[in-house]
């Protein structure tokens, strides 16, 4: 937990405050090899929120799914829905889910979905975890050698987020999504593209 909190960049005040804590005093626990006499894991919901705090920072980038396995779930994405709801307000939806694209964690983009989630893009509507994965490995493909650069306004549930893709030829795609959050998660993605 430690190595990946340091390559992050992160203090452990900081991760502390990050994931609804008062500060270190009571985080440095789950760092202490100690503590672990009684439990193997890391507590499953403690994990997920520090895999979306720390998930994306860092050189390499932390994966979320790499703290989330600390809890011993080897099948994250099956059981992260339920437990994200009842902390995710839509500006940390936001800010993970730019961190997730911009480090390509398709575990972590996931993780922003739910099974009833919905996909509006031009010319097709990606309906279900399948579909979105789908659509995010597509999108990670034409955009892999892209610099990406975006805005956001963010206002209750709604995320408006403007961005721009910026290729080593000189070409350019910008674009327009929205994200609505609800319950923890982006539960409806709106997303406009034009070269």
Same mark, same amino acid.
């Given at each position: 937990?430690?190595?990946?909190?340091?390559?992050?960049?992160?203090?452990?005040?900081?991760?502390? *405050? +990050?994931?609804?804590?008062?500060?270190?005093?009571?985080?440095?626990?789950?760092?202490?090899?100690?503590?672990?006499?009684?439990?193997?894991?890391?507590?499953?919901?403690?994990?997920?929120? *520090?895999?979306?705090?720390?998930?994306?920072?860092?050189?390499?980038?932390?994966?979320?799914?790499?703290?989330?396995?600390?809890?011993?779930?080897?099948?994250?994405?099956?059981? *992260?829905?339920? *437990?994200?709801?009842?902390?995710?307000?839509?500006?940390?939806?936001?800010?993970?889910?730019?961190?997730?694209?911009?480090?390509?964690?398709?575990?972590?983009?996931?993780?922003?979905?739910?099974? !009833?989630?919905?996909?509006? !893009?031009?010319?097709?509507?990606?309906?279900?975890?399948?579909?979105?994965?789908?659509?995010?490995?597509?999108?990670?493909?034409?955009?892999?050698?892209?610099?990406?650069?975006?805005?956001?306004?963010?206002?209750?549930?709604? =995320?408006?987020?403007?961005?721009?893709?910026?290729?080593? +030829?000189?070409?350019?795609?910008?674009?327009?999504?929205?994200?609505?959050?609800?319950?923890?998660?982006?539960?409806?993605?709106?997303?406009? =593209?034009?070269?």
């Amino acid at each position: 937990m430690k190595a990946l909190r340091r390559q992050a960049g992160f203090s452990m005040d900081r991760l502390a *405050i +990050d994931i609804g804590m008062k500060g270190a005093s009571s985080y440095q626990r789950y760092e202490n090899p100690k503590n672990y006499h009684r439990k193997e894991y890391l507590p499953f919901d403690t994990a997920v929120r *520090i895999g979306q705090a720390l998930g994306g920072n860092g050189n390499p980038p932390v994966k979320s799914s790499d703290v989330i396995a600390l809890s011993g779930i080897d099948r994250v994405e099956k059981v *992260i829905h339920p *437990i994200a709801s009842s902390f995710r307000s839509a500006e940390m939806i936001s800010r993970h889910h730019s961190s997730a694209i911009e480090s390509e964690d398709l575990h972590a983009v996931m993780a922003d979905f739910g099974d !009833s989630s919905v996909i509006v !893009s031009q010319g097709r509507i990606y309906k279900g975890l399948e579909a979105i994965r789908e659509y995010y490995e597509e999108m990670f493909g034409k955009f892999a050698d892209a610099k990406i650069s975006e805005k956001k306004v963010i206002e209750a549930e709604v =995320t408006l987020v403007e961005w721009l893709a910026e290729f080593p +030829d000189g070409r350019k795609v910008a674009g327009v999504d929205t994200l609505i959050c609800l319950e923890g998660l982006i539960r409806y993605q709106t997303s406009s =593209t034009c070269s």
